[in-house]
């Protein structure tokens, strides 16, 4: 059996103390203690994907623009790229 290691006091914190086995036994998921607007809803699996998860190297400025935007920043790459691409066909043709 494993020694039990005094806690250093200066680690210990009076107002979120370690858990003990009875904690762990009495705790419940999440889900069933907290309200559904507070849970993070996860994604099923693509019915039909659409995009293709590569890998590509950008320079970090054009990535710190994109990023500074916010959530959503990799489909603006993508609809940046997809307009360039289409601007070029309609020059080049």
């Known amino acids: 059996m494993a ?3 005094k806690a250093n006091p200066e680690h210990v914190d009076a107002e979120n103390p370690e858990w003990t086995r009875e904690d762990f036994e009495r705790a419940r998921p999440a889900a069933e203690v907290l309200p559904a607007r507070l849970l993070r809803k996860i994604r099923g699996p ?3 994907p659409t995009k293709e998860r590569i890998t590509i190297r950008l320079s970090r400025d054009v990535l710190a623009r994109f990023r500074a935007g916010g959530a959503g920043w990799q489909s603006r790459i993508d609809e940046t790229l997809r307009r360039a691409s289409e601007h070029d066909l309609h020059r080049t043709a």
């Open 46 to 48: 693509q019915k039909a």
């Open 3 to 5: 020694r039990k290691r």
